[in-house]
């Protein structure tokens, strides 16, 4: 089985404060990146928790709790002061290119949780429907391999960089 890489991307990871596809986004990590390489070109943003409430966004208890267990780097990181959800969207928009497909880790996660989030503040996404692309099952696809992680585990910029590397180390091991 092979698996192509064409054109312009963007992998998105968010951390949250909920699971479900209304959760309260905490930061947003971006990356684009082509078949070859990951452009230093990112995109990184506290979003304030409150925003997201005030939005319509939900928080849920089984997730915070799950924060309290994470690592200190990666609390600490969102304890930092936000800019909010509107604002935090309006720089993504203007940042992302517009014909990138977009990656994110689970159909039913990040790219939804972001349609979602900009459903609320009532602006449209800068991506077609049609460019949304599931990281997670691009990698259940090909488990063999495999790119070891520089940075912190659930910093969402951290998060995004390796998930898009892992995705350009799956594409050129199935052209060999």
């Known amino acids: 089985m ?9 992998m998105v990871d968010l951390e949250t404060l909920g699971n479900g596809s209304r ?11 082509n078949s070859q390489s990951v452009f230093s070109n990112t995109f990184y943003r506290l979003v304030d ?7 319509g966004l939900k928080m849920d208890a089984s997730t915070v709790m799950w924060w309290l267990k994470q690592s200190q780097a990666a609390r600490e990181a969102l304890c930092k002061p936000g800019v ?4 935090a969207l309006t720089e993504l928009s203007a940042w992302y290119p517009h014909d990138a497909c977009l990656w994110g880790n689970g159909a039913t996660f990040d790219n939804v949780i972001l349609d979602n989030a900009y459903k609320a503040i009532k602006m449209s996404p ?11 099952t691009v990698k259940a696809l090909f488990p063999l391999a495999a790119t070891a992680f ?27």
Request: with cysteine.
């Open 150 to 176: 520089n940075g912190t585990a659930h910093n969402a910029l951290d998060d995004a960089i390796h998930q898009a590397e892992h995705l350009i180390t799956i594409a050129a091991s199935t052209r060999a």
């Open 49 to 55: 928790a409150e925003s997201c409430v005030r939005a």
């Open 2 to 10: 092979t698996f192509e890489l064409s054109g312009s991307h963007v």
């Open 23 to 33: 959760a309260v986004i905490v930061a947003i990590g971006a990356v684009r990146f």
């Open 126 to 136: 800068p991506w077609q429907y049609y460019n949304h692309r599931c990281y997670r």
């Open 84 to 87: 909010t959800l509107t604002q």
